[in-house]
């Protein structure tokens, strides 16, 4: 399997299963997913992890985090 194919197969699983916990409505839930999908993502394609890619990542985790946020006050 080359790192291509993982990456896309990694791509779809975190899609949808973002998709079933939005429509699950707790955001919180969602964050905690998020985080362990990035650490995942991170183990898993070290080797091809650059700078921009880390930046890309941790502004989804601050925008999750703030998202999670406003949610939850609700």
């Known amino acids: 399997?080359?790192?291509?194919d993982?990456?896309?197969?990694?791509?779809a699983v975190v899609v949808a299963l973002l998709l079933?916990?939005?429509a699950w409505g707790n955001a919180w839930v969602m964050l905690v997913a998020s985080l362990v999908g990035l650490?995942?993502?991170?183990?898993l394609f070290?080797?091809?992890?650059?700078?921009r890619g880390l930046l890309a990542a941790a502004v989804a985790c601050v925008l999750a985090f703030i998202i999670a946020l406003v949610i939850g006050q609700r």
């Open 1 to 4: 399997m080359t790192t291509q």
């Open 6 to 11: 993982k990456a896309d197969y990694f791509g």
């Open 20 to 22: 079933i916990l939005t």
């Open 39 to 43: 650490l995942f993502s991170i183990a």
């Open 46 to 51: 070290r080797k091809e992890v650059v700078k």
